[in-house]
């Protein structure tokens, strides 16, 4: 699985709230348009800029706060191809996972990416190119490579089970 | 090299190598939703694999503890939804009337030691209690669980915590579990199992334990252990009916990532300030401060021996004026017992507004919530601005509640 994209650069502790507005939890549940709120309140000109394939690229514990399951869901229906940081909370990690959005923790290679470049992955060899150079990464785990490959832990399932 | 408790834990759920850091598909031996999140776990089981039936209904439950009986059209519907799904599949619910979800898995002999459980309650971890792992997981991931009867996991590393010294009256479990939080902070455990060791440990009785795992959450942790003594084997045999009941026990060679001291010798009863319950001090630094409400109960702090403890202070006392005393205790089982063994009759002579039992103000549920300016002593395990109510909670130990609601300010147990 092999990715490019242009980079969008955030910084450290972006939490649920901002990735998808708290206050559309209840009012919003249609993925497309939850898509169009993503990261409303943290970059306005993310939502309407974003292309697919886009990755974003952020500092530490990426995704903490509340457990919904929508932050991941709206990254994914906006497109997103991967999120790179330096860490992750192990809830946004899980449901990242299970929405079929790729992850890659990286300790060194989000200092140096720029905002606007455009970097490629490579996830089965754990390498990251961007205009600074190659960062490795450990691979994801084979049974999370497995789920992201279907396209999120449900197609997984259908896979899984013989439905499709 | 030797195993951990998660380890072994896991290992036996998946039948292959377990090392910190692997993700591993692991069968589950219960699956739960509650009222919270359960219609969503029903839309999305119905989305995503219609006309299926569970993978089995026997090892499913629901377990409705946040808004019960439901006071509010959404709930009421939620509520409904789930039940009428779970008469298609044959699935068990435990109804607005029994209580906490994770206390009835304990209580009725459905988890025992070495279990997994998942559910979507993000404090299902303190099955610790028992020695087995309760996660708390998204609607997404109980759907399939519900399907499947498994779930992907990515074995944690482990912190062994040590404690030193005994607890004496009146400090009580949950002043040694917020002197463990106040040590290892909101992210001490991030993404981490514990294990707690140590001669207190060891005296810990169920209720005490319960109190203890159920805060790991609070530490950033994934689950955190105490390895099961006599009391705690010999209450999983009888209420499961099963002859033979083992603990895992981790090994004497097991890898730890960490290891933290904490020696309680000296230990003063504790309080949380508002809005952060990590932000852990001496009772006697909060003293004076007037206080409007008391919260009693929650998976934390609303078992038999905490109302016992809250009774023996309130006994032939009054509530100072003024102040709102909610007690819910945590399961039906418990409020029966008040009932029938007097000490309802103690509670209520006091001034105390005993309701049936559920998780109270600590889900945002019905009884326990504050209004703006309001001060709330609670029992429970999250004081995050808004969590329960516009008030400022603090945390405390059931005796530090009822000491400082007969004077009506924070008050410290061991100076009165």
Redesign the interface.
């Known amino acids: 699985m092999k990715l490019k994209g242009k980079v969008w650069k955030y910084g450290d502790d972006i939490n649920t709230d901002v990735i998808f507005p708290g206050k559309y939890t209840y009012t919003i549940s249609d993925p497309e348009e939850m898509a169009k709120h993503s990261l409303e309140d943290l970059d306005p000109a993310f939502a309407s800029g974003v292309s697919k394939g886009d990755i974003i690229v952020a500092g530490k514990n990426f995704g903490c706060g509340s457990s919904r399951e929508q932050a991941a869901t709206c990254l994914k229906y906006a497109g997103v191809g991967a999120v790179v940081a330096k860490s992750f909370s192990r809830i946004f990690f899980r449901n990242a996972i299970n929405a079929g959005l790729p992850l890659i923790q990286s300790a060194d290679a989000p200092d140096n990416i720029k905002p606007g470049e455009v970097i490629t992955i490579d996830f089965e060899k754990g390498k990251l190119t961007c205009e600074q150079g190659v960062f490795t990464f450990p691979p994801l785990p084979e049974e999370v490579m497995g789920i992201l490959q279907s396209g999120g832990l449900i197609p997984y399932t259908r896979k899984l089970l013989g439905t499709e | 090299m030797g195993k951990t408790i998660v380890e072994k834990i896991i290992a036996r759920h998946c039948r292959e190598e377990v090392t910190p850091?692997?993700?591993?598909?692991v069968d589950i031996d219960l699956r739960t939703a509650r009222d919270f999140g359960g219609a969503n776990v029903v839309e999305n089981f119905r989305r995503?694999?219609p006309e299926d039936r569970v993978a089995d209904a026997a090892k499913t439950f629901f377990t409705f503890d946040c808004v019960v009986p439901a006071n509010n059209i959404p709930y009421a519907n939620n509520q409904q939804i789930c039940r009428d799904f779970a008469q298609q599949q044959g699935i068990k619910v435990s109804d607005v009337d029994q209580g906490i979800g994770s206390h009835i898995l304990i209580d009725k002999g459905l988890c025992l030691p070495g279990y997994i459980a998942v559910g979507t309650d993000?404090h299902l971890n303190l099955l610790g209690a028992l020695g087995a792992l309760g996660q708390?997981?998204?609607?997404?991931?109980i759907a399939?669980a519900f399907?499947?009867g498994k779930t992907?996991f990515?074995v944690p590393e482990t912190i062994k915590v040590v404690v030193k010294g005994k607890l004496f009256p009146p400090l009580s479990p949950k002043d040694l579990t917020l002197a463990i939080l106040k040590r290892l902070g909101s992210k001490g455990a991030?993404?981490k199992s514990i294990e707690f060791y140590g001669e207190a440990m060891d005296s810990l009785g169920l209720d005490g334990r319960i109190t203890l795992a159920s805060m790991v959450t609070e530490m950033g942790g994934?689950a955190g252990f105490i390895t099961p003594n006599q009391e705690v084997l010999d209450y999983c045999r009888a209420r499961s009916g099963r002859e033979k009941i083992e603990a895992v026990v981790a090994d004497p060679d097991a890898h730890y990532c960490q290891t933290i001291e904490i020696d309680i010798a000296g230990l003063k009863p504790q309080i949380s300030l508002p809005y952060q319950p990590s932000k852990v001090v001496d009772v006697e630094e909060a003293k004076g401060e007037r206080v409007n409400s008391i919260f009693l109960g929650s998976c934390t702090n609303g078992r038999w021996e905490d109302f016992k403890v809250v009774a023996s202070i309130l006994k032939g006392r009054r509530v100072y004026e003024g102040v709102m005393f909610k007690a819910v205790p945590s399961t039906r089982e418990v409020y029966g017992r008040l009932l029938k063994e007097g000490l309802s009759e103690a509670l209520f002579d006091a001034g105390v507004i005993l309701t049936s039992s559920g998780c109270g103000g600590c889900a945002s549920g019905q009884v326990g919530m504050t209004g703006e300016g309001e001060v709330q002593l609670s029992t429970g395990n999250r004081n995050f601005k808004g969590k329960q109510g516009a008030g400022r909670t603090f945390l405390v130990s059931p005796a530090t509640a009822a000491v400082s609601a007969l004077n009506g300010k924070i008050t410290s147990p061991d100076k009165v």
Request: aromatic share 18%.
């Open positions: 850091g692997k993700v591993v598909w995503n694999y993000s708390g997981m998204g609607d997404v991931d399939f399907r499947t992907w990515e991030l993404g994934i």
